[in-house]
C-alpha cells in the first residue's frame, strides 16, 4: 500500500503563508483523487481541497482564493500553497487518496488510504 509523509507546516503569524507536500511511497498517478484535510482541536477532521486525476481542483469556500491544490504526478508528490493564513487555519494537516463524492448535498472526498501523522500548522494572530 501507498504510505503518505505530510511535510511543510509550521509558525506562522497571520497573513503568512506556507507549503505543504504529502509526497508517496509509489505512485499517485492511478488514484481518482488526492486531498488535503486537517483536523483543528477539539474538532473533526474535514475536507480542505481535493485534486482529480485529471487535475480539475475542488477548495471548500473557507479557503478558496487563498490556498491552492497542485500535483507533479512525477514526484508523486501533492501540494497545498497556503496564503493570507489566518488563525482559524490552525490544525493539523494531512493527506489521503479518495473519490470525490456529496454527502447531505456537501461535496467531500472518500478518503480510502491510511492516515499518516500529519503536519501540524500554527497561525498566530
Known amino acids: 500500500q501507498v504510505q503518505l509523509l505530510e511535510s511543510g507546516g509550521g509558525l506562522v503569524q497571520a497573513g503568512g503563508s506556507l507549503r505543504l507536500s504529502c509526497a508517496a511511497s509509489g505512485s499517485i498517478s492511478s488514484f481518482v483523487a488526492m486531498g488535503w484535510y486537517r483536523q483543528a482541536p477539539g474538532k473533526q477532521r474535514e475536507l480542505v481541497a481535493y485534486i482529480t486525476r485529471g487535475g480539475s481542483t475542488y477548495h471548500v469556500d473557507s479557503v478558496k482564493g487563498r490556498f491552492t491544490i497542485s500535483r507533479d504526478n512525477a514526484k508523486n508528490t501533492v501540494y497545498l500553497q497556503m496564503n493570507s493564513l489566518k488563525p482559524e487555519d490552525t490544525a493539523v494537516y494531512y493527506c489521503?487518496?479518495?473519490?470525490?463524492?456529496?454527502?447531505?448535498?456537501?461535496?467531500?472526498?472518500?478518503?480510502?488510504?491510511?492516515w499518516g501523522q500529519g503536519t501540524q500548522v500554527t497561525v498566530s494572530p
Open positions: 489521503n487518496r479518495g473519490a470525490p463524492t456529496r454527502i447531505a448535498g456537501i461535496i467531500t472526498l472518500a478518503a480510502d488510504g491510511s
